[in-house]
Nanobody
């Protein structure tokens, strides 16, 4: 069984930064494609970005240049969020799929974390 646990959410002022972490346990982490998604109140969950096992990344246009995804060899993936805006307020989820490329459709991800709240005040 694969378990994903996010951490690092919180309250930050506009223009500030946060770093989210997603710890992965279970099967071989190195083969997974990891994705980050978010869901704001009253809105559908949307793709934020993702990273392949080889380190290739892909981002939504709304966060490109502000957010950075990385992964280490200790089964953890990170979402560094800079220049945060009030519209970035959402519950952030990490997700995993076995191999392949970063896909933007949440249906293509098999495993999900419980989510962590990020609130950006104006």
């Amino acid at each position: 069984q694969v378990v994903l646990v996010e951490s690092g959410g919180g309250l930050v002022q506009a223009g500030g930064s946060l770093r989210l972490s997603c710890a992965v346990s279970g099967r071989t982490f190195s083969t997974y494609v990891m994705g980050w998604f978010r869901q704001a109140p009253g809105k559908e969950r949307e793709f934020v970005g993702g990273i392949t096992w080889s380190g290739s990344t892909s981002y939504a246009d709304s966060v490109k240049g502000r957010f950075t995804i990385s992964r280490d060899t200790k089964n953890t993936v990170y979402l560094q969020m800079n220049s945060l805006k009030p519209e970035d307020t959402a519950v952030y989820y990490c997700a995993a799929r076995d191999g392949g490329i970063v896909l933007r459709s949440q249906e293509r991800y098999t495993y999900w974390g419980q989510g962590t709240q990020v609130t950006v005040s104006s």
